[in-house]
């Protein structure tokens, strides 16, 4: 501390960094915390659809029928799974779980091939509500969806190529119709 008091014009300056640096945090996080609140789950989700759609009174109410009913569907199916899973981890402490391990597994497959379905069917209903250019940009929105992955770390697809190239440290391929 002695330093910087004799260095008032550096201690000035580390304090106005700190109150920066504050600042910036704080409006980061605030700005993060508005963002999950008007974009997460089925109500900021259906905005979403409302603003970009540009959906009427009517569709607004359909829209909202529609998200009530799949998600009291899928919420039923998630409860379903769930108990499936605390069914499934219960068997590590019994003896020869394996089949009924099995069993347990595949009942979780088939409930979460019923999700998937229900979110398509959902999906098709939604679109099925709106307009010949609402579809348009319903199917540009349900693209941009698809190419998050779920943890939320942009597009699916090709990877970039490993270290060294994709062939890594082996030759070139030949040249189509070369020698």
Not at 54 to 73: G, I, M, W, Y
Not at 88 to 98: D, I, K, S, V, Y
Not at 148 to 161: A, D, M
Request: net charge positive; proline share 7%.
């Amino acid at each position: 501390m002695d330093f910087i008091r004799r260095n008032k014009l550096l201690g000035g300056a580390v304090i106005v960094l700190v109150i920066f640096n504050a600042a910036l945090l704080v409006f980061l996080w605030l700005g993060r915390l508005e963002n999950n609140r008007l974009n997460n789950g089925p109500e900021g989700k259906g905005r979403l659809l409302e603003e970009r759609l540009n959906l009427s009174p009517d569709q607004v109410d359909q829209l909202e029928t529609l998200k009530a009913a799949h998600f009291r569907q899928v919420n039923q199916y998630q409860r379903e799974f769930n108990e499936t899973r605390r069914q499934l981890h219960g068997l590590l402490n019994t003896e020869n779980p394996q089949e009924k391990a099995r069993v347990l597994a595949g009942k979780m497959g088939d409930i979460q091939s019923k999700i998937e379905i229900s979110t398509f069917e959902h999906f098709a209903s939604i679109r099925a509500i709106c307009t010949t250019e609402q579809q348009k940009t319903f199917d540009k929105i349900i693209s941009e969806v698809l190419r998050v992955e779920p943890n939320g770390n942009g597009p699916q697809g090709v990877r970039p190529p490993p270290e060294g190239g994709p062939a890594g440290n082996r030759p070139p391929p030949r040249e189509k119709g070369g020698r």
